[in-house]
């Protein structure tokens, strides 16, 4: 087994929190997608439960027994970043309240998970699969910047956009890493 493989133990601790992100992007992503036109104080509060309910499946992830104590310590700060935008957004429900908190705390989150993927990637195998949701959250903070006269469809279909790219990434990791438990035996074959 290569150095940095990931052990049938570790893919079956790992497979369920990666599912749970992956799940919440998803939803995420297709919220914004039939829902054409939401207010902006009713996104605040879905940017705000989003940052939430995914910092919370991040927090799992990051407090299991085999993930490394600098990843912990990386973790622990994405979902404070997280929890700070998710306490700005209740409070300034605007269209300019959802660009500067929910993009700072995406470009925040998205640049401490680029950091940990540095890191560990090559003594870490979980840690292979956060490049790309943290370039993509990187770059939802960015576009709700960049792009100019933002009403809350465009803030809406910036970050659901970004969020499905997140779920495909984080699905097919999570399923993969459930494969590879239930393959290798891992933890009663990944609680059938």
């Given at each position: 087994?290569?150095?940095?493989?990931?052990s049938?133990?570790?893919?079956?601790a790992?497979?369920?929190?990666?599912?749970?992100?992956?799940?919440?992007?998803?939803?995420?992503?297709?919220?914004?997608?039939?829902w054409?036109?939401?207010?902006?104080?009713?996104?605040?509060?879905i940017?705000?439960?989003?940052?939430?309910?995914?910092?919370?499946?991040v927090?799992?992830?990051?407090?299991?027994?085999?993930?490394?104590?600098?990843?912990?310590?990386?973790?622990?700060?994405?979902?404070?970043?997280?929890?700070?935008?998710?306490?700005?957004?209740?409070?300034?429900?605007?269209?300019?309240?959802?660009?500067?908190?929910?993009?700072?705390?995406?470009?925040?989150g998205?640049?401490l998970?680029?950091?940990?993927?540095?890191?560990?990637?090559t003594?870490?195998?979980?840690?292979?699969?956060?490049?790309?949701?943290?370039?993509?959250e990187?770059?939802?903070?960015?576009?709700?910047?960049?792009?100019?006269?933002?009403?809350?469809?465009?803030?809406?279909?910036i970050?659901?956009?970004?969020?499905?790219v997140?779920?495909?990434?984080?699905?097919?990791?999570?399923?993969?890493?459930?494969?590879?438990?239930?393959?290798?035996?891992?933890?009663?074959a990944?609680?059938?």
């Amino acid at each position: 087994m290569p150095a940095n493989a990931i052990s049938a133990d570790l893919a079956a601790a790992y497979w369920k929190p990666t599912l749970y992100r992956g799940v919440l992007a998803a939803a995420f992503g297709l919220t914004s997608v039939f829902w054409a036109d939401p207010p902006a104080g009713t996104l605040a509060w879905i940017f705000a439960l989003f940052l939430v309910v995914t910092g919370v499946a991040v927090r799992r992830m990051a407090m299991l027994e085999e993930t490394p104590s600098a990843a912990k310590g990386y973790w622990a700060l994405v979902v404070v970043a997280w929890l700070i935008g998710a306490i700005a957004l209740v409070f300034l429900g605007t269209a300019s309240g959802l660009i500067w908190a929910g993009g700072l705390a995406w470009i925040v989150g998205g640049l401490l998970q680029l950091l940990a993927w540095f890191k560990l990637r090559t003594t870490f195998g979980p840690a292979r699969d956060w490049l790309v949701p943290a370039v993509v959250e990187i770059g939802i903070g960015a576009g709700l910047f960049i792009v100019p006269g933002l009403d809350a469809h465009g803030i809406f279909g910036i970050a659901g956009g970004g969020q499905i790219v997140v779920a495909v990434f984080t699905l097919i990791a999570g399923f993969g890493l459930l494969f590879d438990a239930r393959r290798r035996g891992g933890v009663a074959a990944a609680d059938r």
